[in-house]
């Protein structure tokens, strides 16, 4: 067994703006690019991976491609025999293969894991995306009637939020607002340069359309290609490269994971009676947060959270315990959730500004605090960090996990 932590010695995001289809790429190049340039960042070479774990959620749907366990070893010659596998969680596919990884290292099996999340999803028209993500819910039992599946299931979350506490739609505007205002200076977010004027976060029916119930254009975060990949290694690995030491590392000091049922309505029911809506979300991170000795939100210095829909990230305020149930919007109001503020949210761009793709997604958070902890985030960078917090969920807060990464 191996009682050290896992430590995180570097990782890659690719240009989450880019379109590896036009580019005449395919999940192999993309993989093979996340690959090289992972170990490249830190500082490992591929003959010391004793494990690989891949996250994809769509491959087949999107591609056709599956086993992509064996892509790494595919792309790079050096990486043929090592052992490997793939995984899938929806939108927390990323988070899965992390929790596996870790697993790997602490039961001592391997020392050196290298952890890839890759997706393509511009390669098909919108419509046909949309169709692909299906399997996320439960196909022929919920979301039957709606033209866009997620925008419907998060805008039910909003109504259920407006039934319960209320809900001001302005208020969800301004999170989109604040996180593409963040990914501006992030040199790999997808909307970076994108042109957005004060419109685009009103009523306005023209440049916010309505999507799906109570969602507007500016509530939704837009699919994209991307790959995201660390390498995490455990105390042995460390003691056996000290020099390592010597670069930017940071540590996985807790994490929590929960499943639920596929069903929204029956997670909305059973929560009815509940001051939060996801009982389950808040016991994610509330037990990544005693396995990293975290009290409250406020020992954090920044949360990178999943805001595919305004209403995600709306109601992981309340639930990581950033305000009491239903009033999220004091801290979006206040401005606590800035970088400078009481506790940054999505410094990043998040999903909204910053891209979304989904098998890459929760690796590409676990990076960005990573990033934050060692003073390596740049542009957006926020001052002193030295604990940050992800939470990741897959399906309608179906699959969520939440990880707390501490500097070393």
Same mark, same amino acid.
């Given at each position: ?211 799906? @119930? /109570? ?5 939704? #975060?837009? !699919?994209?290609? =991307? $790959?995201?990949? &660390?390498?995490?290694?455990?105390? +042995? ?103 400078? @503020? /009481? ?5 990043? #761009?998040? !999903?909204?500004? =910053? $891209?979304?793709? &989904?098998?890459?997604?929760?690796? +590409? ?44």
């Amino acid at each position: 067994m191996n009682s050290g932590p896992v430590w995180i010695v570097g990782g890659y995001q690719s240009d989450f703006a880019r379109n590896l289809t036009k580019e005449g790429g395919d999940l192999s190049t993309l993989t093979a690019e996340v690959t090289a340039s992972t170990l490249q960042a830190a500082g490992i070479s591929a003959a010391e991976v004793g494990v690989i774990h891949v996250a994809n959620a769509f491959g087949q749907v999107y591609t056709g491609q599956g086993h992509l366990g064996a892509m790494p070893a595919s792309t790079v010659d050096e990486l043929w025999g090592v052992p490997a596998s793939r995984h899938e969680g929806a939108c927390a596919s990323g988070s899965l293969a992390v929790l596996a990884a870790m697993a790997d290292l602490e039961s001592g099996r391997y020392d050196c894991a290298l952890v890839l999340g890759v997706e393509l999803e511009k390669n098909v028209p919108g419509d046909v995306g949309t169709q692909n993500m299906l399997g996320a819910a439960w196909i022929g039992r919920e979301g039957q009637d709606a033209k866009y599946i997620w925008p419907y299931m998060f805008s039910r979350i909003a109504e259920e939020y407006d039934k319960r506490y209320g809900v001001d739609p302005r208020h969800l505007w301004s999170i989109a607002e604040l996180n593409i205002r963040n990914a501006r200076n992030n040199p790999n977010a997808q909307t970076r340069v994108w042109d957005f004027g004060p419109e685009a976060f009103s009523d306005d029916p023209v440049a916010n359309p309505i999507v799906e @119930g /109570r969602l507007h254009k500016a509530d939704c #975060g837009l !699919l994209t290609d =991307g $790959g995201a990949g &660390v390498v995490l290694v455990s105390d +042995r690995f460390l003691a056996a490269r000290p020099e390592l030491r010597q670069r930017p590392i940071s540590r996985i000091d807790g994490w929590g994971h929960r499943t639920a049922g596929l069903l929204l309505e029956e997670k909305l029911e059973r929560s009815s009676d509940e001051p939060l809506m996801f009982p389950h979300v808040t016991e994610a991170i509330q037990d990544a947060f005693t396995r990293a000795g975290v009290g409250t939100v406020d020992d954090l210095d920044l949360i990178e959270t999943h805001d595919c829909f305004t209403a995600s990230e709306y109601m992981a305020i309340d639930h990581f315990g950033i305000t009491p149930p239903g009033e999220s919007w004091r801290a979006i109001e206040s401005g606590e959730l800035e970088i400078g @503020g /009481r506790i940054p949210v999505n410094p990043s #761009g998040g !999903l909204l500004g =910053g $891209g979304h793709p &989904v098998g890459a997604t929760g690796i +590409r958070m676990l990076l960005d605090c990573h990033k934050q902890v060692t003073g390596t985030a740049g542009g957006y960078q926020v001052e002193g960090a030295r604990r940050a917090a992800t939470l990741n969920i897959g399906g309608s807060t179906t699959t969520t996990v939440s990880f707390v990464v501490g500097s070393a």
